[in-house]
């Protein structure tokens, strides 16, 4: 994002990392659509957005829902005049082992919303960033650049994301549009389940930064841990290390001494 106003919609803006993203764009005089479920979440995030000086509008929609989809992208271009920059961060998370789930629909769900909620999303968007030579930021997870236990739906539908936007970016480049994935760690938000002396979790306002300074260079992937970046890097070499170093970590994460 330049330092001129940009015209943003965020989904996930009602709490969390979404909701943050917005404050601090707002104090940069960026237009802004706030889109999530919860209408009474979202007016409040409105009203902090309006404090800080920015033009604010709020969707309230279900990326899970095709239709919502794609009344989130012509309502967003009907008030905005256009879309600059396109954050993808709606999601949800879940922890169980496979061997414990009721059903297998339970990875649909995770699916649904994580992954086809962003492609609807910005299926709809295309054009429209093609005109402006936009920004679409991604939030995937460190959990979409390798498998965790206990995550295995979660990290499937992030990992999906990487590779419908490898493959989008590389369509996208002769339009100037570009594509930030970004990879956070644990950060500080209700979606989080974790005890509350966890090490290495990020505050939700030093992953808002990270990610509009992502989206600022147009950055083509964050991964925002070094832990997670080391990984990344010696996965396909030794990837039964680098299984049992999660293991090892989130064992450290869940039973912190
Ligand atoms: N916190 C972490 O440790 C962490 C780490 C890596 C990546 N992430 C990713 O960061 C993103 C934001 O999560 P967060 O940590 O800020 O958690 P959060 O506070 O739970 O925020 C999730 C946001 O997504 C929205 N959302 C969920 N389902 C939706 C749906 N079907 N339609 C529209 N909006 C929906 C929620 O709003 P409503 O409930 O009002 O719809 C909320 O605004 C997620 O994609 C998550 O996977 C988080």
Redo the contacts with the bound molecule.
Sequence with gaps: MSSTPQRVVI?????????ELAKQLASRESSLVL????KD??LSVEDKCRALGADTKIIE????VSD?CQRIISESVEHLGGIDVLIL?????HKSTVDSWDSPELAELLMN??YF?VVRCVYHALDHLKQSKGVITV?????GKAGFPGSAA?AAS?HALHGFFDSLRSELVSHGVAVSMV??????????LRPANAPG?MS?SDCAERIIAATDRREREVIMTVGGKLANYLKPFVPGLIDSYIRKRLDDFYNPS
């Design positions: 989904t996930g803006a009602s709490s969390g990392i979404g909701e889109v999530a479920r919860r979440r979202l929609a279900d990326v899970g919502h961060n709606a999601g949800i998370s919303v994580n909620g939030i995937s997870s460190l959990q979660y992030k990879c956070p760690g644990p950060v500080d938000t209700q979606i989080n979790v939700v």
